[in-house]
């Protein structure tokens, strides 16, 4: 059932399958909501905070935790909003609530072109990185050249250009958060590896071993980069990246106890382009 969240943009519950097998949970004291990649469309990510707040208020717990999975940058609307959003964004709530902040691999080349990894900036602009200095007011002359002084100088006009309080926010960024029997990373996780042995990259990048894996992870993965038209719920990981930025849906999910639930914000589609 939708429920009014803008002019533009609309709340829906979801429903998730039952677990079977082991149950997993988080803890008794709190809810839990995971965010999926945001990637710019901040009038996604307010009607989908307006939502969290709402029921949160609602749930009777004193504790709260909001976990964001990483891409924020790049492609939608502004990157900078919901950078800003994100940074500032508090649940006001009696007990205060817990915001996570997580790294994606469109934040990780980010940092990495800022840090003189110009092959990193290279990356990022053949996947929209490009739209994200462009919500900064850095416009590349000529969004084709790829060779090192063209990559400096954009280089130079984004460090310029970005605040250093966003600069702390990215840099502040964690790769991964745990809750009980649930762990929360961008991409995913390397089969066979332990939980505290995963590489940052792997994290942050990982794809086809990941989702082709039926491994038992040690605990359920929740994860995004890899968009799925409707979240991905397998018996070992939970995919929440709906691709936003292309189709309008910005999913939530939400756990309580052992119970599990999707919120989504619903909004305008746009041109789709290139997924990385």
Not at 166 to 189: I, K, M, N, P, W
């Amino acid at each position: 059932m939708l429920a009014p969240a803008s002019s533009m943009v609309a709340l829906r519950w979801l429903a998730c399958a039952p677990q079977s097998g082991r149950h997993y949970r988080v803890p008794a004291d709190r809810v839990v909501y995971a965010v999926g990649d945001i990637h710019g469309r901040c009038d996604l990510l307010d009607a989908l905070l307006t939502g969290i707040a709402q029921h949160a208020r609602q749930s009777g717990y004193a504790c709260h935790v909001v976990v964001f999975l990483g891409d924020y940058l790049s492609r939608g609307l502004d990157s900078r909003a919901v950078v800003e959003r994100l940074r500032s964004w508090r649940l006001d709530l009696r007990g205060g609530a817990r915001v996570v902040a997580l790294k994606g691999n469109h934040e990780d080349l980010a940092l990495r072109f800022l840090g003189g990894d110009l092959e990193a900036g290279q990356h990022w602009f053949d996947y929209d990185g490009l739209a994200a200095l462009a919500h900064y007011g850095v416009v590349a002359s000529d969004p084709l050249a790829r060779d090192a002084a063209a990559l400096t100088a954009l280089r130079q006009d984004f460090e310029r250009a970005l605040p250093p309080e966003h600069l702390t926010f990215l840099r502040d960024l964690a790769v991964s958060h745990q809750e009980f029997d649930y762990c929360f990373v961008h991409a995913g996780v390397r089969p066979g590896v332990a939980l505290a042995d995963q590489t940052a990259h792997d994290q942050m990048w990982i794809r086809k071993r990941f989702l082709e894996s039926h491994a038992e992870h040690g605990a359920m993965i929740v994860h995004g980069h890899s968009i799925h038209p409707e979240p991905d719920v397998h018996a070992n990981r939970i995919g929440i990246d709906t691709g936003a930025y292309a189709s309008g849906v910005l999913t939530c999910l939400v756990l309580d106890g052992a119970q599990r639930a999707f919120l989504q914000a619903v909004g305008p589609a746009m041109a789709s382009t290139a997924a990385e």
